[in-house]
Every structure is written in structure tokens, then in C-alpha cells.
């Protein structure tokens, strides 16, 4: 029989002898969308109507099988027919469906593998079902299918992490796995032509039974238990669980009601808001407004790194790990040997661990070399600076690296706080400059603040833009101001947490309640962690924008007086026990702190839980606001997407504007006046709404109405 096509867009229809062929084709990555629905189920029933078609192959025209849901259909109300409408007529069809999963299969995508009656794969590919990444859970018949093909175990996993999964894990779920991608096409076809022939039967997942033990119950009652401590703060975790276990306790038709049941629950959660918006905000980042398309890109196959410490190997490592030669400068011969024996030292930690081969580390310090001559960085097509966080010094990099470097070559700076346009003054080509603020470990840290100067030409942008994503990092643009976006908005936080400590809050009550809200480490640890002596440079050099506080920092400025400068000399904050990082409550600090109050006339007393939050949190929201009304970010998601990567701001809360818009704009701006007036002259000074908020709440707006 010759072959007919027939193209229902964005779905195929082939009708190769006895196999109706149904082929994904909805770029970029097959999204269920409504047109995809519709094209599916259209050709399933004339599949389903042709006498002379005897099995359906489902497959993709693109290199992964599905993406899964298209969500931003997540937010309309014409949906018919829904996903699980698909599944269902193709699970109850006559005829055998095979899925040819060809390449990745997540979400819906791989709920629509599950509900075919074959499915054939290859041992290279990766599957998973994400969506407790956004706030849910699978609402297509993940939570019952999967278990029935695989195992509890292996179900919970992969629902309650959304980690992609091998397939050669998934014992059970796939019926033909081969080698590789390339034989993939011929043995599916041989596979699905034997169905035909031999006529094997319509398997349906729906029909499998499965009981709930002892064993089982049990293995629900730890996994719960887990889940609790580990996904503190996230709803669908929990939720996740209950589906799977539904599969055990209900029959299917019942298990997927209540699945949906526990998926709207989900959906209409602030978590669920909040973790739909990160998804989005993350996206949206790297679209930058005001830069043509046609600008090019300049080509980048050589980097330079001023500074051999922990940051510029940090740095030097990213570009190591996808293959970029890095050229290394320290002005002393054992400081650069230092600098490349830590990168070895952490490529080697990480062979340990079975994270790299032997070959691989080679091969990435390889593409690491060290000088002590600003003449061998001519060859470099960008150049990082990252050396002490001083003026002086860092314009005197520039101005060496202005006479040796070829031009067209891109000059940055790492710096953290410093004006960008100043030290972009101390070169002949301030279009070539630009902020790259890598956030430490920088090796490990996602997060890139590129900031843009007064002078940055387009292309250096768009070029900056895009070598974030070669070395994995996610890129956001900021304008130039004291900290830019990151370290601007934590200057409040840290200074309230100091504050409250003064009016008689303990540091670990203060880090208790942080680390409630969602913070992996509250602002003492983190300072310890950090060192006190950096925050005390920055403050040396700003002292006389806070020399109207007297109270500002003190009890941090003694520490570091002392010596106390955290984790790397035993004390800070806290106390650390020799080769420890827990710290442990120094009555000391305590003290100082009383001290220092009764200097200042500031009366101790017993403070909240409520007031600690609300004084950290609701100071740094209104200097973000204060940010997006400057223009220094472009847009309000631009800002939680620096907190979440470079701050650790709970991703279940969206970040410090997307839970600014939850809570309430009006709540936010109604609070900071309660500061205002309560705290006498301190709150004057440091509680004044901006007038963004104000104006928002007054309106009744969010900050996503925001734009620039």
C-alpha cells in the first residue's frame, strides 16, 4: 500500500501500510498545547476509523518527544479538550498504540508515553515528570500510571524531586530500550510491526491492579516523613505523595479523581503563584529591551582572569568547564600557583565524588594557564578583573589592560558594589566595558549580574547575555549603582539584622526566624560565613552616607575590631569549633551588644518573631522598589530572580517581589509607616515608603505591572 500524508497541523498523520504513524511536530520543544490536543485526537480517530490500519505509532518530528504541558495556557479558561481527555481515548483504543519516545519525555509528555500501550526508547535518553517544580503535581494520570508501570519507589522519586530520570532505571515502564538514538527509528518500526503481526494484545495501564501492604504503607508513612523535613515551606511535595498513594488505596478511575482533586489544590496555593512566576521570570531575564536583533555577538575563544584567588578561580573555572582556554594573572609566581593548585584541588574533590573523570579534570586544567605579564593577555577576547574591591586598585588593572589588550577585546569587572562608570573612565574604550558580578562560590553559584554602564555598547551586552548561558549561569542585566541590584537591596537587610540585635533580638533568634521564612542561612551566619571584614571595608568606604546612624553596624565594626571576623578566624557572630561550620552562640556578642545600646541610649527589650521578618524583609522589598522605579532593573521579576540564584530567597515564595505582591502592597507600605513612627528618629530615617510602593498601593497595582 503506498503511503498517504496528511499534515493536521501541528500534528502528522502517515498511514504506512498497517501503521497509522502520529507525529509531534509543534516547535520548539512539542508543548501539549490546545493545537496539539486537538491535531492528536483527530488523528487517533481516523486511525481508529480506517479498517486498514492496525496499530498506531506515536513519535516526534523534533529531537525530544515532549516538553509536557504548554503553560501559559495555565491562565485560560478554553482548554477543552484537556489532556486527560487525550490519554483516556487513547488508552481505551481498540487498535495498539506504541509510543517511539525518541528523546526527552517530561510532564505531559511523558504522561502521554504512559498512557500508550508500548513504549520503546533508547538506553542514552531521559525521562521525568517536573511539575513539582512549578508548585503542582502531574494532573494527566502521572500519579497513576506511573506506579502501576514502575514501583512506588521509583514513582515517589521521580514525582516528588521532578528530577529526570534514565530510563534504564525504569524497570518495567518501557518494553524495548536499544542502544543508541541512531537505532532507535528501524527496531521501533520492526517492534510495532510485530505487534501488528503477532497480534499482541492492547495493554492498558488503567488495568493493572495494585494493592496496598504492610510494607507499602510503610514505605508512604517514612516517605511522607522525608518529605516533610527536606521540602520545608513547598505544598506540592506533600501533595505528590498522596496522589502515588491514592494509586494503592483507590482504583484507577478513583485514583485519578483524586489526583485532580490534590492538583487543584495545588494550583491555588501562593507556592504554586509563586513557583509559575520564577519559571517565567527566569525565562524573561535574558530578554533584554532596547538592543536590535541584527547585533552581532563578538566571538568569544580566549578569557583572561586578573586575580588567582578563590573568585577568580571560581571564575576561570566556568569558562574551563565548556572549553574555553583561560589565562590566569597574579603578580606574584606563588600566589598564581596557589590559585591553580585550589582549582585542581576542587576538580579533584569532584573526580571523588564520581562528578568527573580523570581524563576530564586533565583536560580542564589544561585549558588553564598562569602568567605574571599583562603582556600575555593581548590574545584575550575578554578579560575579567577580579582583584580587591577598591577603586584605586581596580582602575589600575584597567589601565594596563587598556594598553595591552587588542582591540575589540571585552573588559570586565567583577566587582560587587563599585561604580562601573568610574572605572570604566580609566580606559580609552568604555563601550568595551561591562559588570560581570559572578556571585561566590562562583564556580557553583547560578546567578551573573551583568551590569550595564553609561557607555556599554550593544554588542558587549548582547555578547555577555549570551556567554551566561554557555557557562550555565543565568544572566540578568542591571544598571550601575552603589551594589547594583543584590548587594544594594541586602544593605537594609543587613543592617536591620545588627539593628535588632542592638534592641535586644540574640543573632539566633534573628537567624532562627530567617531560616523559617525560607533562607538557607540567616544574616549572621551568612555573615560569618562570608567574613565580617568584607561587609566593614564596604562601610569604610561609605561612611559618610551612614555617619548620621551611630548605631549603624556598631556591634559587627567590634567584632571585626576584635578580630572576630567570622568562620575563618573561630569566632564572629558565633563561635566555631576547630575544622566545624556550626555555629554556636557566644554569650560575648551578647554582651557587646548591651553595651553598645546603653552608649547609644537604645532601650533593650523582647522583640518578635513578626517584627524580626518584617524589619528584614519589608526594608529590602522597599529598596527594590526604589531599584525598579530608577530603571536599574528593567522589571520587578528581573529582581526575584537575583534573590532566589544569588541569595537563596525561597523559591516557593516567587522572591521579594513576587511575595511583596502576594502579601499585599498596601500590607508592605502600611508596616514600613508602623516603623516609621514607632522607632523614633531611627525609623524616620530608614522607614520612609518609597514612592513606588506608596503610589502602587494606593492604586491597588503589583510590581509585575511594572515596566520599564
Given at each position: 500500500m503506498s503511503s498517504e500524508t496528511t499534515i493536521v497541523s501541528p500534528v502528522s498523520y502517515v498511514q504506512d501500510q498497517q501503521l497509522a504513524l502520529i507525529g509531534l511536530n509543534s516547535v520548539p520543544v512539542n508543548a501539549l498545547s490546545k493545537a496539539v490536543r486537538v491535531g492528536v485526537i483527530e488523528s487517533v480517530n481516523k486511525a481508529l476509523a480506517d479498517q486498514n490500519v492496525k496499530a498506531i505509532v506515536l513519535h516526534s518530528h523534533l529531537p525530544l518527544f515532549s516538553a509536557g504541558a504548554d503553560i501559559s495556557e495555565f491562565s485560560s479558561t478554553d482548554l477543552s479538550p484537556v489532556l486527560p481527555e487525550v490519554l483516556d481515548l487513547i488508552e481505551q483504543s481498540t487498535k495498539p498504540v506504541i509510543a517511539i519516545v525518541g528523546g526527552n519525555a517530561f510532564g505531559g509528555g511523558l504522561e502521554l508515553a504512559l498512557s500508550c500501550h508500548y513504549r520503546v526508547t533508547h538506553a542514552k535518553n531521559k525521562v521525568g515528570l517536573p511539575e513539582v517544580?512549578?508548585?503542582?503535581?502531574?494532573?494527566?494520570?502521572?500519579?497513576?500510571?506511573?506506579?502501576?508501570?514502575?514501583?512506588?519507589?521509583?514513582?515517589?522519586?521521580?514525582?516528588?524531586?521532578?528530577?529526570?530520570?534514565?530510563?534504564?532505571?525504569?524497570?518495567?515502564?518501557?518494553?524495548?530500550?536499544?542502544?543508541?538514538?541512531?537505532?532507535?527509528?528501524?527496531?521501533?518500526?520492526?517492534f510495532a510491526n510485530t505487534v501488528v503481526e503477532k497480534q499482541l494484545p492492547v495493554k492498558k495501564v488503567c488495568d493493572i491492579k495494585l494493592e496496598m501492604n504492610s510494607d507499602t504503607q510503610a514505605l508512604f508513612e517514612q516517605y511522607a516523613q522525608g518529605v516533610a523535613a527536606k521540602a520545608r515551606g513547598f505544598f506540592a511535595p506533600g501533595q505528590c505523595v498522596l496522589a502515588v498513594q491514592a494509586a494503592y488505596t483507590h482504583d484507577f478511575k478513583d485514583g485519578l479523581k483524586r489526583e485532580s482533586e490534590l492538583f487543584i489544590e495545588?494550583?491555588?496555593?501562593?507556592?504554586?503563584?509563586?513557583?509559575?512566576?520564577?519559571?517565567?521570570?527566569?525565562?524573561?531575564?535574558?530578554?533584554?529591551?532596547?538592543?536590535?536583533?541584527?547585533?552581532?555577538?563578538?566571538?568569544?575563544?580566549?578569557?583572561?582572569?586578573?586575580?588567582?584567588?578563590?573568585?577568580?578561580g571560581g571564575i576561570a573555572m566556568n569558562f574551563a568547564n565548556v572549553g574555553i582556554p583561560v589565562v590566569m594573572l597574579e603578580l606574584?609566581?606563588?600566589?598564581?600557583?596557589?590559585?591553580?593548585?585550589?582549582?585542581?584541588?576542587?576538580?579533584?574533590?569532584?573526580?571523588?565524588k564520581g562528578k568527573l573523570s580523570t581524563e576530564q579534570v586533565e583536560e580542564r586544567m589544561s585549558l588553564l594557564t598562569g602568567t605574571t605579564n599583562y603582556d600575555d593577555l593581548s590574545n584575550a577576547d575578554l578579560v575579567i578583573e577580579?582583584?580587591?574591591?577598591?577603586?584605586?586598585?581596580?582602575?589600575?588593572?584597567?589601565?594596563?589592560?587598556?594598553?595591552?589588550?587588542?582591540?575589540?577585546?571585552?573588559?570586565?569587572s567583577n566587582t560587587s558594589t563599585l561604580d562601573l562608570n568610574e572605572i570604566a573612565s580609566s580606559v580609552s574604550r568604555p563601550q568595551d566595558v561591562i559588570g560581570?558580578?559572578?556571585?561566590?562560590?562562583?564556580n557553583v553559584m547560578k546567578l551573573l549580574e551583568i551590569v550595564r554602564g553609561e557607555k556599554t555598547?550593544?554588542?558587549?551586552?548582547?555578547?555577555?547575555m549570551v556567554l551566561a548561558k554557555t557557562i550555565?549561569?543565568?544572566?540578568?542585566?542591571?544598571?550601575?549603582?552603589?551594589?547594583?541590584?543584590?548587594?544594594?537591596?541586602?544593605?537594609?537587610?543587613?543592617?536591620?539584622?545588627?539593628?535588632?540585635?542592638?534592641?535586644g533580638a540574640s543573632p539566633e533568634q534573628v537567624d532562627r526566624v530567617i531560616g523559617e521564612f525560607g533562607f538557607p542561612m540567616g544574616p549572621f551566619t551568612m555573615g560569618d560565613m562570608a567574613g565580617l571584614d568584607i561587609g566593614f571595608f564596604v562601610r569604610e568606604s561609605r561612611r559618610e552616607l551612614i555617619a548620621h546612624d551611630p548605631s549603624y553596624c556598631i556591634v559587627a565594626d567590634k567584632l571585626v575590631a576584635q578580630g572576630r571576623v567570622g568562620l575563618k578566624a573561630g569566632k564572629g557572630a558565633y563561635l566555631y569549633e576547630a575544622g566545624?561550620?556550626?555555629?554556636?552562640?557566644?554569650?560575648?556578642?551578647?554582651?557587646?551588644?548591651?553595651?553598645?545600646?546603653?552608649?547609644l541610649g537604645i532601650k533593650q527589650r523582647e522583640i518578635s518573631d513578626q517584627e524580626i521578618l518584617e524589619r528584614c524583609i519589608f526594608p529590602l522589598i522597599n529598596e527594590g522598589a526604589d531599584i525598579l522605579k530608577e530603571g536599574i532593573a528593567a522589571k520587578s521579576s528581573d529582581i526575584d530572580v537575583i534573590y532566589v540564584y544569588g541569595y537563596g530567597f525561597p523559591v516557593y515564595r516567587g522572591g521579594p517581589m513576587q511575595y511583596a505582591d502576594e502579601l499585599g502592597l498596601a500590607y508592605i507600605r502600611d508596616r514600613m509607616n508602623f516603623y516609621k513612627e514607632s522607632l523614633g528618629d531611627y525609623g524616620q530615617h530608614w522607614f520612609t515608603p518609597s514612592t513606588l510602593l506608596d503610589e502602587l498601593a494606593e492604586s491597588g497595582k503589583t510590581f509585575s505591572s511594572v515596566k520599564k
Open positions: 517544580h512549578l508548585g503542582i503535581l502531574p494532573g494527566a494520570g502521572g500519579t497513576q500510571r506511573l506506579p502501576r508501570l514502575a514501583d512506588a519507589i521509583t514513582a515517589l522519586d521521580m514525582i516528588v524531586t521532578g528530577a529526570p530520570t534514565p530510563v534504564t532505571k525504569l524497570n518495567g515502564v518501557f518494553d524495548l530500550i536499544v542502544d543508541s538514538a541512531e537505532e532507535l527509528q528501524v527496531a521501533a518500526m520492526e495545588c494550583m491555588d496555593t501562593p507556592q504554586a503563584r509563586a513557583q509559575q512566576h520564577f519559571f517565567f521570570a527566569e525565562r524573561a531575564a535574558s530578554h533584554v529591551q532596547g538592543i536590535a536583533k541584527d547585533v552581532k555577538t563578538r566571538d568569544i575563544k580566549q578569557v583572561a582572569v586578573i586575580g588567582a584567588g578563590t573568585m577568580g606574584k609566581q606563588d600566589a598564581l600557583d596557589k590559585g591553580l593548585a585550589l582549582i585542581r584541588r576542587n576538580y579533584e574533590n569532584s573526580a571523588k577580579a582583584v580587591f574591591e577598591k577603586m584605586s586598585v581596580k582602575k589600575e588593572v584597567f589601565g594596563m589592560l587598556d594598553k595591552v589588550c587588542k582591540a575589540g577585546a571585552i573588559l570586565a560581570l558580578h559572578f556571585f561566590s562560590p562562583a555598547a550593544d554588542d558587549v551586552i548582547k555578547t555577555a550555565r549561569k543565568v544572566g540578568v542585566l542591571v544598571g550601575v549603582c552603589f551594589g547594583f541590584v543584590g548587594n544594594r537591596m541586602i544593605e537594609p537587610y543587613g543592617r536591620e539584622s545588627n539593628r535588632l540585635m542592638l534592641e566545624s561550620r556550626k555555629p554556636i552562640p557566644d554569650p560575648e556578642v551578647i554582651e557587646i551588644a548591651k553595651q553598645e545600646a546603653k552608649r
